[in-house]
Each structure stands twice: as C-alpha cells, then as structure tokens.
C-alpha cells in the first residue's frame, strides 16, 4: 500500500505551484486533468456557460414555416403538419395531417380506384392555399407520371348541402341593400324579438361556436372537398408542375430537385406537395420501370429527398394491391421505406348487400370498404404498435370522402312488427 503526498497529481502529470503563479493558472482554467497530459488537457473542452461567439453559430429552427397558413403543429410531436385534404384521413394519422419531411403510402385492393379521390383532394387542398391571398403562393404541387389532364378532375369546394346553399343565398340576398328589403324593414323588429329568444333558451350556443373555430388560428388549414363539382378556376402552371417518367432514375430526381429549388427561391416556407398516382401500374410505368432495379433506388432516392428538404417537401403515393399483393417482398419493402401506410379494402359483394339492406331506408350511411392502418408517420418508427385493422370504414359519397369508426349493422327482423293471422298484436300497447 503506497501514498502520495498532498497535491500530487494522480495518473502523472505535473504537480500545480502553489502561489501566485498556481492561482493564476487556475483562474485561466489550466488545470491538469487527472490521467490525461497537461498539454491535451487544455484542449478538452470543459461545461460552463456559452461564449457570444459559440451561441452565434448554434443552429436555431426555421420559423418562417409558421407564416405559411397551409402549416399547423402536430398534436402529439409539435412536428409543422399540414392537410391531407381530408380531415377524417387526418384525425386518424393522429398527427392532424401529414408532418413536413414524410411519405404516406395508400394501398387499395380490388378494380376500384378510391385512393385517386384521397390523391386528387390532397392536390385541391394545395392549389386553394394558393388563393387565400392575392399574390400569395403558399404551396406548389408536384405531380410524376401523369399528363395534365389529370388535373381535371380535381374536386372543388364543399359549399354545404342543398338546404344550407339555399339558406346561403337567402342571406346574402337579405344583405344587400334593396328596395325590397327596405319595404320589409318591419321584418328586422321580428328577427330581433326571434333572436332574444334565442339568446335566452341557448339556441344560438353552436351557431358562436363555429364561427369561433372559424375564426381561430388555422382557419386556412384544412377544406372539405365535394366530389361532383370540379375545381373552379382550374389550377395553373404556378399550382401544379408534371414530370414525365424517364428511363433513368437520375434523370427523374435531377427534375423534382430542380422544381423544388426553383420554388422554393419564391418562398422559402412553401408547401411542396408531391403526387404519385398508381406506382407501378403497367398502364402508366414501362416494363423497365418495374423492376426491382428500378423501384428500390427510385425509393430510395425519393426518401433521401424528403429528408433533405424536411421543412418543406410531403409525398403521397398510391399502390394497386391486385398487382402487387401486401404478401410480396416489393410490397413489404416499400411499407418500410414509407413514413406512413393505408390500406383501403372494399367489402366484398355479400357484405354490400347486407349493408345497403341495413340502411335501406338511410342511403347516406352506407360504407364501401375498410380503411386498415398499417403505419403511422413518426409514431410507428419510434416502435409504437399502431396497427389498426377492421376499426375504420370509408364511404364515398355523393359530396364527399369521409372515415369513420366501423361497425357491422345490425339487421331489423321485421317479423317481430307483424301481427297474427287473426290480426291482434302480440305486444302490449298500454301508456
């Protein structure tokens, strides 16, 4: 057993001079460090508070996104988030929307074609974040492997049902002022009277309600489409941009970074909105393109460019199953490649046929397929299990995309209605 004197240094090194030499080489920090050299020790950067110059060159994160209405915080990551341009698609990614910086996969078995209507809306939403403001381009959309006509059928405004559109107009008539409506001045002392009533029982409660969400901080974010009226005006040149699909992969990223680039000199908060309409199809892609030599670095490029403009780049994508089966190694391989993966799986014939007896007399509440949640952005590469089979039906209606929450309908035995041959009823009838 050995000891050292007092001061000594362990592990070597030499011992600090006491006095007013020690004392100024411990004001300056100098101070050996024990089992390394004092000649390295001085280069070893020690905790303490930040330099002017070290917290200048600190990375701080870009806020200028939050100017841009199309963006909004994800409830759960804080993450910038836009639309999908469904709401229902985005409360069940749970993120709002889709976060900056990741891909959603829309996966459809079946001959339907269901994902364009999810596809085509996510392209309307961008194009109306364009007209929120004059001379204002909030969000640009990029769109691989289809011609311009596509943009033809882009969905436009939901304006309401036939009810409140009437309503609407009702009021906006009453509102202009006219020799008619002055003639019918008195009818204003019997809408006031109407709504003190009103004001007093409650009525009025959910009519302020929506006007305040109407009127919060993301009023611009998110729009319901109706999918019997078209986009009117057309998008134009500065909404949407097309590129066709080339023999090399190379060739097909150098065009979306150069687009990217070039609007993003615009407006560095831009939302650029990339569509890819059914991947893989053998009526859009050449034999070429389909191979595996293709496919995986196309991927994998197309993910290496989401991440290199995080702040501003979003993808979605459709993939036809009936080609391409969910127990495939290519289909495997691009659900982790993904963010993100939706499955829409239409009901077969015998389960429509008991829907539509189910809701015979209700045509509105009848539901086409599942919506099947395989993967969610963020969430599920930090190892959450956010698999969601048989708990999310679609419907495509006559205005609108919506998902719900899915039950099976219960059928009503009408027999329990009829009454015996010698016409008495069984139940009982008594108040």
Known sequence: MSFR?????????ATPQRGPQGATSLRQGSVPIRGVPASTSSSIPRRGPISKQAAATTTTPDTSILDNPAFRPSLITSQPTISTGSSDLDKILLHQGLPLGHSLLVEESGTTDFASVLLRAFASQGVIHNRIA???????????GMSPLWSNDL?????????????AKIAENEAKVSVTNIAHGTNAVRNESKMKIAWRYGLNKKDDDKENEVRG?????????DITQKLQPGPNPQDISYIPLSNTVASIMSQLTSIVKLQLKTNPSKVIRLVIPGFLNPSIYAPSHITSTFVFPFVHSLRSLLRQFENNLVLICS????LYPRDSSLTAILEILFDS???LQPFNQEMSQLIEKAYKNEPSKIQQGLVNIIKL????ERGLMMIHDGEFAFKNGRKKFEIEEWGIPVEDD??????PEGGKTVKNIDF
Do not use: C, M
């Open 5 to 13: 004197k007092r001061g000594e240094v362990l592990g070597g090194g």
């Open 217 to 225: 901080a993301y009023e611009y974010y998110n729009n319901q489409f």
């Open 134 to 144: 004059p001379n204002q381009l909030n969000s640009h959309v990029i769109v691989l």
């Open 341 to 343: 993966a939706i499955h």
């Open 155 to 167: 969905p436009g405004l939901y304006k309401g049902s036939s009810k409140e559109q009437k309503k």
């Open 414 to 419: 009408s027999k329990e209605n009829e009454t």
């Open 319 to 322: 993939l036809p199953l009936d």
């Open 377 to 380: 952005p963020i969430l599920s």
